[in-house]
């Protein structure tokens, strides 16, 4: 006999196993579906973004993470298409030393398991190696799912009183309630890989965009013996020389940005593993329905600028998780729905979102991004300003205040703005 949950999360990434922990903890009976075996590889730039700590501290998961191998990032460093450069950190000016400003970067191999060990932890029946095939109705509820382990063919029908999707990208639960939008308009492409040794950087995270393509690197170890490299391409641009040989793709990619030439490339092994992602486009029509839910990268994504990505999920959990207590408290019996979790989300990303098309927009018209890095270069308030919001810091009503608007006004007088910084 199959058994009943009040609530099923397809996938165990971080919105999943959050939104899993946080029911759990609250008496809910969870089921946490994951077709992987933990731990596992997972293309990403490896970077959450800096509010990310408050809400692991607020779930008491903080220890936990810090007890993994990491590294803490101070701050961003944006390298235009020519060379030039703007630094900026998590910390306002005259801040305390001490104060709570870096963010984590940490392979999410160590970080996802973090997040599923909390979430069984807590309760939650936890089951690797479990593909789900379908959802299952009753009339126009959902009431369930279909799936199988991948070490036995036999079907199973989990039913539940909800059933949250967070089953990333390409979820099978939005295509299946019809959520998907439309077919991706911004087709980009990602590689990721994992570079051992020591390198010339330091405790920032770089982002580096050229024409078509960007590169972003970060330490994940507090050594620095171990980095994170990711390249995202324009799929249309470059996608058949990434089939035809990726690797050489990827060292090319590094060697024709300027603030990377000469300091990474060269490291790059002939037959070095990388984990493919893409495209980054996948709006959704709904996120909320009559017995399910979205959330995470099945409920849309955006490429985010400097790790929010991680973040908007695991605070969309919340919503999420909080929305479905109210929903299962107050109504004893049959299909759920999390009243308000749609217009809750939506206030959370759509500031964040619109400021990522508006960044887009800007780098991928090289011209335009060399003067706007160069400005930002000698203005270090909107500097600093942009990289707290793209951090979740602070929010994106912030790049409006006077200060901001005074620094892109008035420049620092220094001359020719820096090009590119050797560490």
């Not at 999410?108 to 089951?127: M, Q």
């Not at 300027?258 to 060269?266: D, K």
């Not at 912030?398 to 620092?412: C, D, I, N, T, W």
Request: net charge positive.
């Amino acid at each position: 006999m199959n058994p009943h949950y009040d609530v099923i999360v397809t996938g165990a990434g971080p919105a999943g196993s959050m939104t899993a922990m946080i029911l759990a903890r609250a008496g809910v009976s969870v089921l946490l579906l994951d077709r992987a075996l933990f731990p596992r590889p997972k293309p990403c730039g490896d970077c959450l973004s800096a509010e990310a700590s408050r809400l692991l501290q607020r779930h008491g998961l903080l220890q936990d993470v810090v007890r993994i191998p990491h590294a803490l990032l101070r701050g961003w460093r944006i390298f235009a298409p020519d060379g030039r450069h703007f630094a900026a950190t998590f910390q306002d000016e005259g801040a305390h030393p001490e104060a709570d400003a870096y963010a984590f970067a940490i392979e999410r191999s160590l970080f996802d398991a973090v997040l599923l060990n909390a979430a069984r932890s807590a309760g939650a029946d936890v089951r690797e190696g479990v593909r789900v095939d379908d959802v299952c109705m009753d009339g126009d509820s959902v009431c369930g799912v279909s799936a199988h382990s991948l070490l036995d063919v036999e079907v199973m029908r989990l039913t539940a009183r909800h059933v949250v999707g967070a089953d990333g990208l390409r979820s099978l639960v939005a295509r299946r309630l019809g959520a998907v939008a439309r077919p991706p308009a911004l087709r980009k492409l990602s590689l990721t890989a994992h570079i051992d040794g020591p390198l010339p950087f330091d405790d920032f995270g770089e982002m580096h965009v050229g024409e078509g393509l960007c590169a972003g690197i970060a330490p994940v170890r507090a050594a620095r013996d171990r980095w994170n490299v990711t390249v995202v391409a324009d799929s249309d641009r470059y996608g058949r020389v990434v089939a035809h040989n990726a690797a050489s793709f990827f060292r090319h990619a590094l060697e024709t940005l300027p603030g990377l030439r000469g300091r990474i490339a060269h490291v790059v092994p002939d037959g070095i593993e990388m984990l493919a992602s893409g495209p980054f486009d996948a709006p959704m029509r709904r996120i909320e329905f009559n017995g399910s839910s979205l959330v995470g990268d099945a409920a849309g994504y955006f490429d985010p600028f400097t790790g929010q990505g991680i973040y908007h999920g695991m605070r969309a959990a919340e919503i999420l998780a909080h929305a479905l207590i109210d929903a299962l408290h107050s109504t004893p019996h049959g299909a759920v729905t999390a009243a308000g979790y749609t217009d809750a989300s939506r206030s959370l990303l759509r500031g964040p979102r619109r400021l990522q098309k508006a960044i887009d927009s800007v780098l991928a018209r090289p011209a335009f991004a060399n003067r706007a890095i160069a400005r930002l270069a000698r203005a270090p308030a909107a500097a600093r300003a942009l990289i707290q919001v793209t951090s979740d810091v602070a929010p994106v009503v912030s790049l409006l205040s006077a200060s901001v608007a005074r620094s892109v006004l008035f420049p620092v007088k220094v001359g020719t703005a820096r090009r590119v910084h050797h560490v």
